[in-house]
């Protein structure tokens, strides 16, 4: 049993295309997260949910736009992809904000050309 | 936005410990250290956490300086599917919950 899996896991498009990634959580957790892990590795957190409401914002443009449908789900929909999109992304779901220890998927391989 | 230092690669044989260390010098009282590795192509991977006291679990031991300005993740009988990117992490807390600062981690490669 996948406890996050996220769809699709490798995901190639065009510049100025609009694109969703999918993340689903069977673990029972009230948070979502999204990450982004860039080419040198280094993994940053972009947003959190907490049943459903965005929690945390990190300075991620405008063009990247989450939704919460419901507490096991968190997708994340990104229009006009630029180059520099170019990334792993990965979802992750703990329970509750102060929650030890957080769950992760396997990621999504996202490459704009 | 990193608050930790880790040396990039690390090499440990088969079997023997790999003692894996990381610098945190401006964590604050009420922040946790945590562990997480990432095996290639797969979501990173809880391993152990603290905040003062030394702790263990069936996965590592995580030593902790009587300071807090760093520590160490000891993986006492390193096997190859060891080989990974560890990640020392500080959780900040804050009102909008527990955050994860991961920095670039150590590539740790076990050899046979």
């Known amino acids: 049993d996948t406890a996050v899996s996220q769809t699709p896991k490798y995901l190639v498009t065009q510049m100025g295309n609009d694109k969703s990634i999918k993340c689903e959580q069977n673990?029972?957790?009230?948070?979502m997260y999204w990450y982004k892990q860039d080419s040198k590795k280094f993994l940053k957190i972009m947003f959190s949910?907490?049943?459903?409401?965005?929690?945390i914002n990190e300075t991620v443009p405008n063009r990247f736009s989450p939704k919460s449908p419901d507490k096991a789900h968190l997708n994340l929909h990104i229009n006009s992809l630029e180059l520099g999109d170019s990334a792993v992304y990965f979802c992750?779901?703990?329970?509750?904000?102060?929650?030890?220890?957080?769950?992760f998927g396997q990621g999504t391989r996202l490459t704009v050309v | 936005d990193a608050k930790t230092t880790q040396p990039t690669s690390m090499d440990c044989a088969e079997g023997r410990a790999a003692n894996l260390p990381c610098n945190h010098s401006?964590?604050?009282?009420?922040?946790?250290v945590y562990w997480y590795r990432q095996i290639h192509s797969q979501g990173p991977q809880y391993i152990i956490h603290g905040l003062k006291n030394n702790e263990t679990n069936e996965m590592a031991s995580l030593i902790i300086t009587e300071d807090r300005k760093s520590s160490t993740l000891i993986l006492p009988h390193a096997t190859l599917r060891d080989t990974a990117v560890y990640y020392c992490i500080v959780r900040v807390s804050s009102y909008t919950g527990n955050q994860f600062y991961f920095g670039t981690g150590t590539s740790l490669t076990v050899i046979p």
């Open positions: 401006t964590i604050s009282g009420n922040e946790y």
């Open positions: 673990l029972g957790h009230d948070t």
């Open positions: 992750a779901s703990s329970q509750g904000l102060v929650a030890t220890e957080a769950f």
């Open positions: 949910y907490n049943n459903k409401e965005l929690i």
